[in-house]
């Protein structure tokens, strides 16, 4: 297995949605192992899909995606990857506990009864520690406040122990500190050799910690490091043409 | 006073078809409340609603084949929920319209069937339940239907709790979710045949839904959940039936609006999500 077949390789994807509408055409990127890359484009543009793509939650059209040189059902199976979800996607009054739903990062590793070993326990534990939620493992996810539920389910990640972590808008609704605490927790998970793939709509932010960045507007624009890929005019090409200045007003509004 | 109380409760035991009916409603209420938690939090009761219409044709099959009419509502019961399954996905409807378009079709069906095909199985026991009258063979079918449940919830319960609440963690995870989502319909199933005779197909989504969406609002721990239903459920199934025979009304009818007042009592004075603390509830209450 090469280098390049480690990290996430996505080839020739086609994805259509069900109304025969193209949502990605042609998708050719690769996030390299060890980094933080940053999925970057308009709503509509096909970040989603390309998430549950790579995720194997669709099935592609056309063409390929691979995690560490495996298809994503296999990478499944090998608890490869670990996904953070977007806030509005949990159900926040569930009745269960942080510890619960960090526990659930484990599942995959227990028997069909689901009973935790004391491995999974002393994981959990750790995982809680690393993202300073231990003393809030008993609460109900529901009370914790915006920036501990990214917390709660990236330390779900990290029980998981997935060396690829995708995380879904994990800024949204997260206070500055917050924010900055996660960045620091992502790149020590970086340098530890994890692979970090983050949609984002925060531009300000991606320069201070994304290694590389992916624009994309049904298929990919533009990729490579930040430096070069960040560019105003790669983002007016990505966002259709508007002019930067007015896409962070939009976002300031 | 509490003599009275004594011989409202002691009185009809003498009579083996109500201790029967009795521990048989208690049993179907322990079943139902299990499951109930699970509806509650997926979203599922339009789900058991049409499961339990969608028997009709099957128990009427059943009969008219001399079978168990457990086998039969099972397999119409079950085979709807395929059905909606696969419309669903061959179409662009959303879920509820299916939902409806099915099940009003297998029911439709065996309204049809039930006055055509002669047997003596009376329609209004299917529909009302009839545990007051439950014969030696049907409570065989619902213990057998009722621990098959319980077992499989049992053993599948982590699973189940993960897909009610991320099903794309568990895909995620490499879990088989599709798998998930085929055992929570045929517990679903399972259990409306366990409470078939005695709650009737009209009522028993109630036994559903009820139970689970009562203890949803008093507590905030699965655990805790499951026991508050199990307890509010026990209660409404053993006092309807005593109800039923002393006031001489619907078992089931009892049973399910027994339920409904513990809901509305909790709905108003759960200590956390009910109306009253919420309308007293000062903004300074939630400083930390």
Request: net charge neutral.
């Amino acid at each position: 297995m090469t280098t390049q077949s480690l990290g996430i390789t996505v080839d020739h994807l086609s994805v259509a949605y069900s109304n025969a509408r193209l949502a990605l055409y042609n998708v050719n990127c690769i996030v390299q192992p060890g980094s933080i890359t940053a999925l970057v484009g308009p709503n509509g543009g096909g970040k989603s899909t390309l998430f549950k793509s790579i995720m194997g939650f669709l099935k592609p059209g056309q063409g390929r995606v691979h995690i560490s040189g495996y298809s994503p059902q296999m990478a499944q199976k090998r608890q490869l990857m670990a996904y953070v979800p977007q806030a509005d996607e949990v159900d926040w009054d569930f009745p269960v506990s942080v510890y619960d739903v960090v526990m659930m990062g484990r599942y995959g590793y227990m028997n069909l009864l689901r009973i935790p070993s004391a491995t999974d326990k002393r994981l959990v534990m750790e995982s809680l520690e690393r993202v300073g939620l231990s003393e809030f493992c008993r609460r109900q996810i529901g009370e914790l406040s915006g920036g501990q539920k990214k917390r709660a389910f990236l330390a779900r990640a990290l029980a998981q122990q997935g060396k690829v972590i995708l995380l879904d808008e994990p800024f949204t609704g997260v206070d500055i500190k917050t924010e900055k605490r996660m960045i620091d927790l992502l790149m020590q998970l970086r340098d530890e050799g994890h692979t970090i793939l983050v949609s984002t709509h925060d531009l300000p932010s991606i320069a201070t910690f994304c290694d590389r960045v992916v624009l994309i507007n049904q298929t990919v624009l533009a990729s490579g490091s930040t430096e070069d890929t960040l560019t105003e005019e790669n983002l007016v090409m990505t966002f259709g043409g508007l002019p930067a200045a007015s896409l962070s007003q939009q976002r300031a509004a | 006073m509490m003599e009275a109380i004594a011989a409202w409760l002691i009185e009809p035991l003498q009579y083996g078809f109500l201790v029967k009916a009795l521990w048989v409603s208690a049993f179907v209420g322990l079943v139902c409340a299990v499951l109930s938690c699970y509806i509650t939090l997926k979203g599922w009761s339009l789900m058991g609603d049409a499961v339990s219409h969608a028997v009709v044709p099957g128990v009427v099959v059943a009969y008219a084949l001399g079978l168990p009419f457990a086998v039969g509502a099972f397999l119409f019961g079950f085979g709807a929920t395929v059905a909606i399954g696969y419309v669903k996905a061959k179409t662009r409807l959303k879920e509820d319209a299916v939902i409806g378009v099915v099940f009003t079709g297998f029911f439709a069906f065996g309204i049809v069937l039930s006055t055509k095909i002669p047997s003596n199985i009376d329609l209004f026991h299917i529909l009302f339940g009839n545990v007051l009258g439950i014969s030696q063979q049907d409570i065989v079918q619902t213990l057998i239907a009722g621990i098959t449940t319980l077992v499989i919830i049992l053993v599948r319960r982590r699973d189940l709790l993960l897909f009610c609440f991320d099903p794309n963690h568990a895909k995620a995870i490499g879990l088989n979710v599709q798998m998930m989502y085929y055992t929570l319909l045929l517990v679903l199933a399972l259990t409306i045949v366990t409470a078939l005779q005695t709650a009737g197909i009209i009522l028993v989504v109630a036994m559903l839904v009820t139970p689970g969406a009562t203890a949803y609002l008093l507590s905030d721990r699965f655990d805790h959940m499951l026991m508050i239903s199990v307890a509010v459920s026990l209660l409404s199934c053993v006092f309807g039936t005593y109800m039923s025979y002393h006031l001489d009304v619907s078992t089931g009818g009892s049973i399910v609006v027994l339920m409904t007042v513990l809901f509305v009592l909790a709905m108003v004075f759960a200590p956390k999500y009910g109306m009253v603390v919420q309308r007293r509830r000062q903004p300074s209450d939630l400083l930390e």
